[in-house]
C-alpha cells in the first residue's frame, strides 16, 4: 500500500476526482484530501504522496513536464485519463519514476454524480510496463477505492484500442444519433420519444469539453471503427427490404450483447 501519511492530492476536481477523494475518505476517514482545479497552481500538491491527475487528457499532457518541480520524488502519480499512450509518453519524458497510467471504468454525465461507491467493483486499468513495484503500489490503492485493478503489459496500445471500441465508439455514436434524430424531427416532436431513443443516446448528454481531448488523443484508433461503422450502415441503408441482412445483422447483435451481462 502506498504511503498515505502525507495525504492524497487530486489534480481536477470534477467527477472521477470528486468520487476518488470520497471512496478514499471512505477507506480512511483522517485521510488530508487536498485538491488542485484547473485554475489553481500544481503546487498546491504540497507533500501528498499520492497524487492523482483528474483533469481532461490534454490537460494531463500539458501538466506533466511540470510536476517533477512541485511533488515529492517519492510520490505515487496516477492519472485517470480515458487514453493512455500520449500520456504514457509524457511522463516517460519528464522521469516521473512513480508514475502509473491509469483509467477507472466508471463515470457519469456531471459532477452532481460523484459518490464514494463510484468505483465499486469496476476495473481500473493500469499501465506502466517499465515499473511493475510501481504498478503494485498503484493496485493496492484502487483496490482500496474499491476498484479491480486491471493491469497491462504495454505501453497503452492495447487499452487504447479496447477504449476506442468499448468507449469512445459508443459516445461517438450516441452524440450522432441523437443529433440526426433532431434534425429529422421538430424540436417539440422530441419528447414523444420512447424509451429506445431515451436508452441508446444517454451518452449524447456528456459534455464536449472532456471528450474533445479524448477523441483527438484516440484518434489512430477511433477513426477506424468511425468508418467502418459509416459503412455498414451505408450498406444497411441499401438493403433495408432485404430479408436475410436483416435477420443476419440482429442476430449478431444480439449474441454480442448477451456477452455484455
Given at each position: 500500500m502506498p504511503d498515505i501519511t502525507q495525504g492524497l492530492a487530486i489534480v481536477g476536481p470534477g467527477l472521477i476526482g470528486t468520487s476518488v477523494g470520497l471512496a478514499?475518505?471512505?477507506?480512511?476517514?483522517?485521510?488530508?484530501?487536498?485538491?488542485?482545479d484547473k485554475d489553481q497552481p500544481l503546487n498546491g500538491i504540497g507533500t501528498a504522496r499520492i497524487i492523482v491527475l483528474a483533469a481532461p487528457v490534454d490537460a494531463i499532457v500539458e501538466m506533466i513536464p511540470r510536476l517533477p518541480g512541485v511533488i515529492d520524488p517519492q510520490a505515487l502519480v496516477i492519472d485517470t485519463g480515458s487514453t493512455k499512450q500520449a500520456i504514457l509518453k509524457a511522463a516517460a519524458a519528464a522521469k516521473i519514476a512513480q508514475f502509473v497510467g491509469g483509467h477507472p471504468m466508471a463515470g457519469g454525465t456531471s459532477i452532481a454524480e460523484a459518490r464514494a461507491e463510484l468505483f465499486d467493483g469496476r476495473p481500473w486499468f493500469l499501465v506502466n510496463p517499465e515499473a511493475p513495484d510501481v504498478?503494485?503500489?498503484?493496485?493496492?490503492?484502487?483496490?482500496?477505492?474499491?476498484?479491480?485493478?486491471?493491469?497491462?503489459?504495454?505501453h497503452g496500445q492495447q487499452h487504447d484500442r479496447l477504449m476506442a471500441a468499448i468507449s469512445h465508439l459508443p459516445q461517438v455514436t450516441a452524440s450522432?444519433?441523437?443529433?440526426?434524430?433532431?434534425?429529422?424531427?421538430?424540436?417539440?416532436?422530441?419528447?414523444?420519444?420512447?424509451?429506445?431513443?431515451?436508452?441508446?443516446?444517454?451518452?449524447?448528454?456528456?459534455?464536449?469539453?472532456?471528450?474533445?481531448?479524448?477523441?483527438?488523443?484516440?484518434?489512430?484508433?477511433?477513426?477506424?471503427?468511425?468508418?467502418?461503422?459509416?459503412?455498414?450502415?451505408?450498406?444497411?441503408?441499401?438493403?433495408?427490404?432485404?430479408?436475410?441482412?436483416?435477420?443476419?445483422?440482429?442476430?449478431?447483435?444480439?449474441?454480442?450483447?448477451?456477452?455484455?451481462?
Open positions: 478514499a475518505k471512505r477507506r480512511w476517514p483522517q485521510l488530508d484530501v487536498r485538491t488542485v504498478v503494485r503500489r498503484a493496485a493496492s490503492f484502487v483496490d482500496a477505492l474499491g476498484a479491480r485493478p486491471i493491469v497491462f503489459e504495454d450522432v444519433l441523437m443529433a440526426t434524430v433532431a434534425r429529422a424531427v421538430d424540436a417539440e416532436y422530441l419528447c414523444w420519444a420512447g424509451a429506445g431513443l431515451r436508452d441508446t443516446t444517454r451518452l449524447a448528454a456528456s459534455s464536449a469539453e472532456m471528450w474533445q481531448s479524448i477523441l483527438s488523443a484516440n484518434r489512430e484508433h477511433l477513426a477506424p471503427l468511425l468508418k467502418t461503422l459509416a459503412a455498414d450502415l451505408s450498406a444497411l441503408a441499401d438493403h433495408l427490404d432485404d430479408p436475410d441482412a436483416i435477420p443476419k445483422l440482429f442476430d449478431e447483435a444480439r449474441k454480442a450483447r448477451a456477452a455484455l451481462k
